[in-house]
């Protein structure tokens, strides 16, 4: 069997980390804020995850690539094009033109909401939740749910960077989660 968790390279995870700025206090005290903006910048760093998020999910017939506002619209449309599937925006309350539906939800460091667009993707299709982090797993919880009211079946969540020691991974599979795949690139333990 494939271990997909096994694909990065040493050599690949490395080149992504060192991509990758801590930024302290960020957005509020105590926070040690991952910024991806150094990744983006660096046209190999972004072929690399754009790849591997690719990879991960190629042969999963995913259907429709759910991109969370707004660092998961880059990493969500790229690979939406990589697997031929729709791309839908998750985004912040009022941003969305027609009529939506909305959910509340609790971050790391305070509450929020999501919304996404009514008639999003057709009953039965298969879901891939995409952002640029997973911490505590509320945010991405919250587009899963949104997907699952509209009729999609969430078959996975990716990440470019996951903070290990805030469990949201096993947030995301918790409760019976018809989301078998939890797929992160770079992993940080606490105080990394």
């Given at each position: 069997m494939f271990d997909h968790d096994k694909l990065p390279s040493t050599h690949a995870l490395d080149y992504l980390k060192a991509?990758?700025?801590?930024?302290?206090?960020?957005p509020k005290p105590g926070i040690l804020f991952k910024d991806i903006t150094p990744l983006l910048a660096d046209p190999r760093a972004l072929h690399i995850t754009?790849?591997?998020l690719a990879q991960r999910f190629i042969g999963e017939h995913i259907d429709v690539v759910v991109g969370v506002e707004?660092?998961?619209?880059?990493?969500?449309?790229?690979?939406a094009a990589r697997l031929n599937a729709s791309f839908v925006?998750?985004?912040k309350p009022g941003k969305l033109p027609a009529k939506t539906d909305r959910v509340a939800y609790a971050l790391e460091y305070g509450e929020a909401?999501?919304?996404?667009?009514?008639?999003s993707m057709k009953k039965g299709a298969r879901v891939?939740?995409?952002?640029?982090?997973?911490?505590?797993?509320?945010?991405?919880?919250?587009?899963?749910?949104?997907?699952r009211r509209q009729g999609g079946v969430v078959s996975g969540y990716g990440f470019v960077v996951e903070l290990d020691f805030l469990d949201g991974r096993a947030?995301?599979?918790?409760?019976?989660?018809?989301?078998?795949?939890?797929?992160?690139?770079?992993?940080?333990?606490?105080?990394e």
């Open positions: 991509h990758l700025r801590s930024v302290p206090d960020f754009f790849d591997l707004s660092r998961g619209f880059i990493f969500g449309g790229a690979l925006p998750v985004r909401e999501l919304e996404m667009h009514l008639g891939v939740v995409v952002d640029d982090l997973l911490a505590t797993g509320g945010t991405a919880r919250a587009a899963a749910e949104l997907s947030r995301l599979l918790d409760g019976g989660s018809d989301a078998p795949i939890v797929y992160s690139i770079v992993h940080f333990a606490a105080g």
